[in-house]
């Protein structure tokens, strides 16, 4: 069974601090993934990364940057956190089916 | 307009009853994925499907690349398959996923 772990699960932050989310997954996949989820708009793609070194926007990335350092971990790092940004974050993992980690719950105050 | 497009949004079952869920692209899809997202948040990957059909237990899906569509069919419905079922389409050439925005499925005892 595929293993994509996130940390951390829940987050509280102060408008313009610099928040890390952190993804990992023991898969060895290429493909990295993160969304965000909010109602209404149901999954919407923010980076991706076919390796490790490489980062790619997806459809909504102003305001996150992301990070491959290494095959198993993929970062997204929001460096002037607002209140718009409050939202439940999955990483995935794929080589063709795509498995996604438990989410992280971030609220911006 | 919408590129994943899913019917119905809403969906209530009795329990031990049948149902059939849809997606429609306007994309030239070439594989297809479906989720379910629990009521406790987690996404679990139910089918990767080229054009074809798969099954797994009480679940079947079928996805015809030249017709645009997808279906999953859940047979004699358990109060556990309750959640939001979301369907997920690659385009050629892309390691993207584009979602629709799900069906949230309640069954009822």
């Known amino acids: 069974e595929a293993a994509v772990t996130q940390s951390p699960r829940n987050k509280v932050a102060v408008t313009g601090g610099k928040v890390t989310l952190s993804c990992n997954q023991t898969?060895?996949?290429?493909?990295m993934y993160w969304y965000r989820q909010d109602t209404g708009h149901g999954l919407r793609l923010i980076h991706y990364?076919?390796?490790?070194?490489?980062?790619e926007k997806g459809d909504i990335p102003d305001g996150y940057k992301a990070s491959r350092p290494s095959q198993e971990n993929f970062s997204l790092i929001l460096e002037l956190a607002t209140p718009s940004q409050t939202s439940v974050y999955f990483c995935?993992?794929?080589?063709?089916?795509?498995?996604f980690g438990p989410g992280t719950r971030l609220t911006v105050l | 307009g919408d590129k994943v497009k899913q019917s119905p949004s809403a969906l209530s079952l009795q329990e031990g009853t049948n149902s059939a869920l849809r997606c429609n692209f306007s994309?030239?899809?070439?594989?297809v994925q479906w989720f379910l997202q629990n009521p406790r948040g987690s996404l679990i990957n139910l089918f990767y499907?080229?054009?074809g059909t798969k099954e797994n237990g009480r679940l079947k899906s079928a996805f015809d690349s030249k017709e645009s569509y997808s279906t999953l069919h859940i047979r004699d419905a358990q109060l556990e398959d309750s959640g939001t079922y979301f369907c997920?389409?690659?385009?050629?050439?892309?390691?993207?996923?584009?979602f629709g925005s799900g069906t949230q499925l309640t069954v009822m005892p």
């Open positions: 898969n060895n996949h290429n493909n």
């Open positions: 997920a389409a690659e385009a050629p050439g892309s390691w993207q996923l584009i």
């Open positions: 990364s076919y390796g490790a070194g490489s980062t």
């Open positions: 499907l080229v054009p």
């Open positions: 995935a993992s794929a080589g063709r089916e795509q498995y």
């Open positions: 994309i030239a899809a070439t594989t």
